[in-house]
């Protein structure tokens, strides 16, 4: 059974006529999900291309029961934001590195891919279609979804004979929008990854084990988990959803993407960005005993964007780190979302607008 789409139930939160927003109160936006107008849906079988999608109406989606995704959790997500100018363009963050990276997974799950190509046009057509909802210069950004799913019918542990290739998009805040710095609990007993596992990609099954950690840390007053590698127990990797990064003097190190930790774009992104200012930027293992000795701390997402480390606790031990306007995390955060906001000229060829011929 092939999923169909059912168009919303509850009423949408918009304008009528031609008025430019939707109807929603930008200063309260946070991280949480207001349906959009649309989403687009493409589909194919192994071995063909994704070569044709649609805008449809946003909406449940009806599955079969048997399809791998819920079965046997053979999906991809991906994640980035659009932003509007004060000129009023749309501008789209690395749509291509997403593309790539969604490619990376399909081939680790065995699943049919978008080209790059028809990913960054179905994004920019999702974007189109829910421009209302893109939010006014500096009160957030549109998140957008993509997902690549196995949505045909199996029985057994194979590759789905059908594949949906989904985008919806919700307007956001901050994701941690009342703190000043995180607050990290690192979690010496559970693991998020492991060497020869998918780690390295983004399947939707690395998601739901972190969970538990994550609401038990939160129950204790903390902001989020970092979780240690699986070898050995003494390196730490990521959080449960953004790269992290330590400074210690003039030296910038970031753990390395070799198979355990998603390469995350923003962390690809705010890599260079520092070593224009003249940061040595270090991809290697960063154990716990260096990063309780650190200077700074932050961390680095789509949702996240870039966000200082007040304390990290391990154990008994909890250390404080520098935050503020002295913090280099906070340059970094005004350097990259200048960018991505339109405020200064992007030099690097990482914005894309979805209505050039507007701007």
């Not at 006529?17 to 936006?29: P, Q, R």
């Not at 538990?212 to 127990?233: I, N, P, R, W």
Request: aromatic letters at 8%.
């Amino acid at each position: 059974m092939a999923p169909s789409v059912q168009p919303s139930s509850s009423p949408l939160r918009t304008s009528e006529g031609d008025e430019k927003y939707a109807n929603v109160k930008w200063e309260e936006l946070g991280f949480s999900l207001i349906p959009t107008d649309c989403m687009y849906v493409a589909k194919c079988r192994p071995g063909e291309s994704f070569t044709e999608g649609k805008i449809v109406p946003y909406g449940d989606i009806s599955i079969s029961p048997c399809c791998p995704i819920l079965n046997y959790g053979q999906g991809l997500f991906e994640g980035l934001k659009a932003y509007r100018t004060e000129d009023d363009r749309i501008l789209i963050f690395r749509p291509h590195e997403n593309a790539l990276r969604m490619q990376d997974g399909a081939e680790r799950l065995c699943m049919s891919s978008p080209s790059v190509e028809f990913f960054v046009e179905a994004v920019k057509q999702t974007v189109l279609a829910n421009k209302k909802w893109v939010p006014p210069p500096g009160k957030g950004a549109l998140y957008i979804r993509p997902l690549l799913i196995g949505s045909g019918a199996i029985l057994g542990v194979a590759p789905a004979p059908e594949y949906t290739f989904l985008i919806y998009a919700s307007p956001v805040g901050d994701y941690h929008k009342a703190s000043s710095g995180l607050n990290l609990k690192v979690d010496h007993k559970s693991h998020r990854a492991h060497s020869g596992g998918t780690g390295g990609v983004k399947s939707c099954t690395n998601y739901s084990p972190v969970v538990k950690s994550l609401v038990e840390a939160k129950s204790s007053g903390f902001s989020d988990v970092l979780f240690l590698d699986a070898a050995t127990g003494r390196n730490i990797e990521e959080a449960s959803a953004c790269n992290i990064f330590i400074v210690k003097g003039n030296i910038v190190s970031t753990p390395p993407t070799s198979g355990t930790i998603l390469p995350g774009i923003t962390r690809k992104s705010v890599s260079e960005l520092a070593r224009d200012i003249g940061y040595q930027v270090q991809e290697r293992d960063v154990s716990v005993d260096e990063l309780l000795e650190a200077d700074e701390v932050f961390c680095t997402g789509t949702a996240v964007v870039v966000k200082a480390v007040e304390t990290v606790t391990f154990h008994d031990k909890k250390v404080k780190y520098r935050t503020g306007e002295e913090a280099l995390s906070k340059k970094l955060h005004s350097m990259l979302t200048s960018i991505q906001t339109g405020l200064v000229e992007d030099t690097k060829g990482w914005m894309v607008d979805i209505d050039p011929c507007q701007g």
